[in-house]
């Protein structure tokens, strides 16, 4: 299992970023995708998950109504638009997979990490 990130980069308070994930190892458009957030000095942060078909998607409550998250089965990609960025926003961002059995509303994700993209949101 291998995720690589992109997209990642600097924006001013109320820009735009679009992230990318590049998934492979495994059968994607059978699992549920995620993306997640680190910030130095918090916790790991879940941010969006989207599920195999993309039908359904979950936000944080602090990224709702300023992210969406996307994916191409074809492509075996996910992508995460972020408008009105915050400097609070600023972290490095993954992608990951569900572990099995975990749901859209009940998410875990698998312990295989990639080496992420950063964001950084600044005046």
């Known amino acids: 299992v291998q995720f690589e990130e992109s997209g990642g980069g600097s924006a001013q308070p109320g820009g735009s970023l679009r992230l990318t994930c590049a998934a492979s190892?495994?059968?994607?458009?059978?699992?549920?995708m995620s993306w997640h957030r680190h910030a130095p000095g918090k916790e790991r942060e879940l941010v969006a998950v989207i599920s195999s078909l993309g039908g359904t998607t979950v936000y944080a409550d602090s990224v709702k109504g300023r992210f969406t998250i996307s994916r191409d089965n074809a492509k075996n990609t996910v992508d995460l638009q972020m408008n009105s960025l915050v400097p609070e926003d600023t972290a490095m961002y993954y992608c990951?997979?569900?572990?099995?059995?975990?749901?859209?509303?009940?998410?875990?994700?698998?312990?295989?990490w990639g080496k992420g993209t950063l964001v950084v949101v600044a005046s």
């Open positions: 990951n997979k569900a572990t099995f059995g975990a749901t859209v509303y009940d998410y875990s994700p698998t312990e295989y």
């Open positions: 190892g495994f059968d994607f458009g059978g699992w549920i």
